[in-house]
């Protein structure tokens, strides 16, 4: 068993549409991140969670440290949100991260 | 602040051959980290340097090698290189060890034929 696991592993949306993410891991953490890669390989930091929930603009991410998941949410997707998104937890504070497999989303217009 | 650079963006080498990539932190970052990134493994864990200093290092052959420079300035070298090694090599900075948001370069695509 991987451990981090993300799904879907693919996903199409409608622009407009709200979009959910999940991310599950089997390790103990001390931060996790969503991270968004283009085509092209630039990746983009989105957020780093240790508790609770942060929100940036469209974006909301939400992480359970009991139940060992996070969730990352956009809201009124646009076409310009198609990309893969990644989660990486932190299992021994910046010392090696371990990633997940990515979901690789469209948003059609 | 300039971003993360890392050069070399594109590289072509032949099998045996070695190569060194180099990263240039962000002005102040003390911590960098590589990874490899490829269809197969996804995003993997190569090693990370503090203040000159490796602090870890992921499950890759004696191949694969870093330092760091007192200017934080990384380079990352792989020897004997093998057709498996052809992925995209990106390198992260953070402002100090720990846990941080990392800030990641555009990569360096490395083929290995």
């Known amino acids: 068993k991987n451990e981090v696991e993300q799904s879907p592993q693919n996903l199409t949306a409608q622009e407009g549409e709200f979009i959910t993410i999940n991310c599950s891991y089997s390790?103990?953490?001390?931060?996790l991140h969503w991270l968004q890669q283009h085509p092209g390989g630039g990746i983009v930091s989105l957020f780093m969670?240790?508790?609770g929930k942060k929100k940036h603009g469209r974006l909301i991410a939400t992480i359970n440290i009991q139940e060992k998941h996070s969730s990352l949410h956009i809201t009124a997707s646009h076409p310009r949100d198609s990309a893969v998104y990644i989660c990486a937890v932190d299992p021994n504070y910046g010392q090696n991260f371990v990633f997940g497999p990515g979901t690789r989303l469209s948003v059609l217009p | 602040k300039a971003g993360v650079t890392q050069t070399p963006r594109y590289l072509i080498k032949t099998r045996g051959q070695q190569v060194t990539l180099s990263c240039s932190p962000i002005s102040g970052h003390r911590s960098v980290s590589w990874y490899q990134q490829t269809p197969g493994q996804g995003l993997q864990f190569l090693f990370e340097y503090f203040s000159e200093t490796q602090r870890n290092k992921g499950n890759f052959p004696g191949r694969f090698s870093g330092r760091q420079f007192s200017n934080s300035r990384s380079e990352m070298n792989v020897s004997t290189l093998e057709l498996g090694d052809s992925a995209l090599y990106l390198c992260?900075?953070?402002?100090?060890?720990?846990?941080?948001?990392?800030?990641f370069g555009p990569g360096t695509r490395l083929t290995v034929t």
């Open positions: 992260a900075s953070s402002p100090w060890q720990g846990t941080y948001e990392q800030y």
């Open positions: 969670l240790s508790s």
């Open positions: 390790v103990g953490i001390s931060a």
